[in-house]
């Protein structure tokens, strides 16, 4: 069967803070038998159990850092990702009762708090308080791109901007001799100025 996602699930949890804040998010379910394979070990952030499929989802809504989710209702294990599809794959999985959850992110979600002052975003999960500037910035490991905050990108990626790829593992975006952003690497930014020699 195939991979792709065939029905939604909206998890809405209601937050005791002073706030009173609820954290909103839509998650797109892939079918039975089907589990989330990372690119990279560091992408897994939580692997516990957890009762329910939908507690699971919670804990993912509830952690800024998570896109996907996976849960098993016969092991009850509920694995945590900061990834998405472009760094990983929905595969097939021998257990039947897997079940895969991607949220679902749009411009809408980030494009009102973005710069704007703290209180805009105060405990919300798709924007964070910088304690520099006082506003509202994209969460740690994710950069903005324009209209929303996606994840940092990993070694050999192709990057189109200077904070595109995971600071906290050295990775820079580099450019190339044109001064175009190319691809995330170790290492310094570089730029090599093309003189043009005229002949005469």
């Not at 792709?4 to 005791?16: G, P, R």
């Not at 589990?35 to 952030?45: A, C, M, T, W």
């Not at 994840?151 to 595109?164: E, M, P, R, V």
Request: hydrophobic residues 30%; aromatic residues 10%; proline residues 3%.
């Amino acid at each position: 069967r195939p991979s792709d996602s065939s029905w939604t699930l909206t998890v809405v949890i209601a937050m005791s803070s002073p706030a009173h804040a609820i954290y909103s998010s839509t998650f797109s379910l892939s079918l039975q038998g089907h589990e989330f394979q990372p690119q990279y070990g560091v992408q897994l952030i939580f692997n516990e159990t957890a009762r329910s499929r939908l507690l699971c989802s919670a804990a993912c809504s509830q952690n800024p850092s998570c896109r996907i989710f996976d849960y098993d209702s016969s092991s009850h294990r509920c694995r945590l990702f900061e990834a998405d599809r472009t760094n990983g794959a929905i595969i097939v999985t021998a257990s039947q009762t897997s079940i895969v959850g991607s949220m679902i992110l749009s411009a809408s979600l980030y494009a009102s708090m973005y710069n704007q002052s703290c209180s805009a975003c105060q405990e919300n999960r798709y924007q964070t308080c910088s304690s520099t500037t006082n506003t509202c910035q994209c969460p740690g490991n994710s950069y903005w791109n324009g209209s929303m905050c996606p994840l940092q990108l990993f070694a050999n990626a192709t990057c189109s901007q200077i904070d595109a790829c995971r600071s906290d593992l050295n990775l820079s975006c580099i450019m190339n001799s044109y001064g175009e952003f190319t691809q995330c690497s170790r290492g310094s930014i570089y730029y090599f100025r093309i003189r043009k020699l005229k002949h005469g």
